[in-house]
């Protein structure tokens, strides 16, 4: 059998049957992947190298409450991604004050709209890249997550889909390997980014992936993603 070129959803899409990318490996299980989502998400590991040497990349998920997204939310993850962003300039201007240093912290990110065919709601695979000497990890998003990283991406969600502070919803997961402390080149020639790479390509694949008229499916910060939230 012929393998298909174009995602039969959306005939804009390429598809990529390799099992390797860039001379990383990809995992034939969560084949076919979608060849610009791998593309934005290479990308955006560049991109965020290059702004910091030392970048912390963290993965999770985001869930959606029973009752759904608020109607006056029109693209949740781009208020997700503000949200987050302005919390970390709060961050870095109030340890600014305290210790009279100041550091840059530019998000990158990589996110994938999912939905099986039998949930209500669909779901989101997040990426986040951040400057590891603002960062150090998070644990496990939950309530008791002390972080200050993970309390700015819990509280950020719960504020877009407006979740009454006394609900027992669980929106949020950490992936089993939530932290990878990333430096040097993204080349599969370094086993850290071999193993991060081969770990955040799942969100590439085309295996439920939701398309929406007017609502993009994958959304990064790469300058080759046309789906970007604000810069």
Known sequence: MTNRKRSKYNHNLKLYHEPTYKGFKLKRSNAPYIEPHLDGLYATMISALNHHHRTLAVRFD???????????????????????????NRHLKQKFKREGRFRSCRLRYAVKVEQKVMALHEHYHVILFVNNDVFRCIKN???????????????SWHSVVKLDERS??????????????????????????RAAFEHYSYICKEDTTLYRMNRPSFYSSSKLAKNKAPA
Not at 64 to 78: A, R, T, Y
Not at 180 to 186: A, K, M, N
Request: hydrophobic share 35%; proline share 10%.
């Open 62 to 88: 985001l869930k959606v409450p029973l009752s759904g997204i608020p109607i006056e939310v029109d693209n949740p993850i781009k208020r997700f991604i503000d949200a987050v962003r302005a919390r970390i």
């Open 141 to 155: 998003l939950g309530p008791n997550d002390d972080s200050a990283l993970g309390k700015m991406i819990r509280d």
């Open 168 to 193: 027992t919803e669980v929106l949020i997961h950490s992936s089993p390997t939530p932290n990878r402390h990333l430096t040097g080149d993204v080349s599969s020639d370094n086993p850290v980014m």
